[in-house]
C-alpha cells in the first residue's frame, strides 16, 4: 500500500521559513520523480516544486529562489524548504509520486 504522509507546516510570519517533509512508503521510491504542490481555497491546484530520482531540482518563477526541494533516498524521505515565505504562499501543500497523493499539511503565512 502506497503512503505519502506530509508534515512540517504551521503558522509562520512573512519573511519566515518552514521546512516541509513527506515521507514515502510502498513505491520504489529511489527512482520516483516526486513533486510538491500546493493548493490554496479557491484556486486551482499549483505545482511548486519536482526532484527526478538522479537528484535534478525545478520550480517554477513563482518559488524560485525561495524554495528549495531535497531528498533522502536512505529514509524514503523528500523536503521542501520554503524561505521568505508571502502571504501568498498559504496553502495546503501535497507531496506526489504519480499517480499517489498525500493528504497535504497546512501552511498558513500571516501575521
Known amino acids: 500500500q502506497v503512503q505519502l504522509v506530509e508534515s512540517g507546516g504551521g503558522l509562520v510570519q512573512p519573511g519566515g521559513s518552514l521546512r516541509l517533509s513527506c515521507a514515502a512508503s510502498g513505491i520504489m521510491f529511489s527512482i520516483k520523480t516526486i513533486n510538491w504542490f500546493r493548493q490554496a481555497p479557491g484556486k486551482q491546484r499549483e505545482w511548486v516544486a519536482s526532484i527526478t530520482g538522479d537528484g535534478v531540482t525545478n520550480y517554477p518563477d513563482s518559488v524560485k529562489g525561495r524554495f528549495t526541494i531535497s531528498r533522502d533516498n536512505a529514509k524514503n524521505a523528500v523536503y521542501l524548504q520554503m524561505n521568505s515565505l508571502k502571504p501568498e504562499d498559504t496553502a495546503v501543500y501535497l507531496c506526489?509520486?504519480?499517480?499517489?497523493w498525500g493528504q497535504g499539511t497546512q501552511v498558513t503565512v500571516s501575521s
Open positions: 506526489q509520486a504519480w499517480p499517489f
